[in-house]
């Protein structure tokens, strides 16, 4: 029987107007333009600001795009998966609200946290669905407003976030295309050193919670960047090995977007030139379920059919993982 693969064959995002500068912050708190972009390699982050606008709003701004540019009909879609870290609500699922904005009637929608991980948790939860050929047309959506969790007094983690997400078309195809490989990883030892402390059933909130200032994201850099280095550089080299993969047949790494120099230890690594990482963490900052999508979106009209791209990221949880594909159609 002839192989059914997932492959992508749209892809769309949106980042809110609104952007906050490393000059911005500097006004905010103690830092500088200069430690930002020599510590993280970020200079601009946007942000969605007004009342009402959740994470909800990325999505449903990304999956309209996507419906528009691909010609396709809401009703046609069978299935919308959500990662993100930040949904307008405990529940119902944000990927609920996004469908029912864009018209999408005839789909069954959940939301997948795997923190900065979850959109590889999500394509590789898609891709099992399309290739059992039950399912034709999958969208995944990675979109966080991280800004509604960030401590805007926390030097240490204020400089690094940002607004945003993309959306992906997934549709089965029978040729040698789409997602080919993944190794999907979590150790929950890393809880204490990235989380939330407050607001879920553990720690309700409460006025003791807010004045405690726990309802922000609460990380501990060093070992969050330590494990991130070794984890998502290994996880590269080690789908790369188990598909023969040189670096010269390595197209692109698309790498999530936490911290430059993570990004370049992971690249280092794998043998790959800069040239060929997308890098647009400059111009957005960590947004988390939305770094890798914002990077296919940006890099689009550059990929070419039977490119071989590695996705690869590293969050809380800790979560990590790498995903192999062959980017499926040529700039339309
Ligand atoms: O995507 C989810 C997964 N998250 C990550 O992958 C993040 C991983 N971690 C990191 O990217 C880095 O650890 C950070 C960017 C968060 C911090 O960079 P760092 O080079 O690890 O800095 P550090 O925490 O070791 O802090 C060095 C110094 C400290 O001062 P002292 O103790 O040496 O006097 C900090 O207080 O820098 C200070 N510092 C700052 N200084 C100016 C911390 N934040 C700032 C700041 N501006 N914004």
């Excluded at 994470?55 to 540019?69: H, P, R």
């Excluded at 944000?94 to 959109?119: E, Q």
Aim: charged residues 20%.
């Amino acid at each position: 029987m002839t192989k059914i693969r997932a492959a992508i064959t749209g892809i769309h995002g949106w980042v809110p107007e609104d952007i906050l500068t490393n000059f911005d912050l500097e006004k905010m708190v103690d830092t500088t333009n200069e430690w930002i972009i020599t510590r993280t390699g970020i200079k601009e982050r946007h942000i969605l600001k007004g009342e009402g606008m959740g994470t909800s709003v990325i999505g449903t701004e990304a999956v309209n795009g996507l419906l528009k540019k691909t010609g396709t009909k809401p009703e046609e879609i069978d299935m919308v998966i959500c990662a993100t870290v930040t949904p307008d609500m405990l529940f119902p699922a944000t990927a609920n609200i996004i469908s029912h904005n864009c018209g999408i009637k005839n789909a069954f929608s959940f939301d997948m946290n795997a923190a900065c991980s979850g959109l590889l948790y999500a394509i590789v939860t898609a891709s099992k669905f399309i290739e059992s050929g039950a399912y034709k047309k999958v969208i995944v959506v990675g979109a966080d407003k991280m800004s509604s969790i960030v401590d805007y007094t926390d030097r240490a983690t204020c400089i690094i976030f940002g607004d945003g997400g993309g959306a992906m078309l997934f549709e089965p195809t029978t040729e040698d295309l789409g997602v080919m490989d993944s190794i999907l990883q979590s150790d929950g030892s890393g809880m204490p050193y990235l989380h939330q402390k407050a607001g879920g059933s553990l720690k309700p909130p409460s006025l003791e919670t807010i004045a405690a200032r726990e309802h922000f994201i609460y990380q501990e850099g060093q070992p969050v960047f330590k494990f991130a280095v070794i984890n998502m550089a290994d996880v590269s080299a080690a789908i790369m090995e188990r598909n023969n993969l040189s670096s010269d047949d390595v197209n692109w790494l698309v790498p999530h977007q936490a911290n430059l120099r993570i990004i370049d230890a992971t690249a280092r690594r794998m043998g790959v030139g800069t040239e060929k990482v997308m890098i647009n963490i400059q111009h957005y900052g960590n947004t988390t379920s939305g770094t890798i999508p914002l990077c296919l979106w940006d890099w689009e009209k550059q990929l070419r059919k039977g490119d071989n791209l590695i996705l690869a990221a590293f969050g809380g949880g800790f979560t990590w993982g790498s995903i192999y594909l062959k980017w499926a159609y040529d700039p339309k």
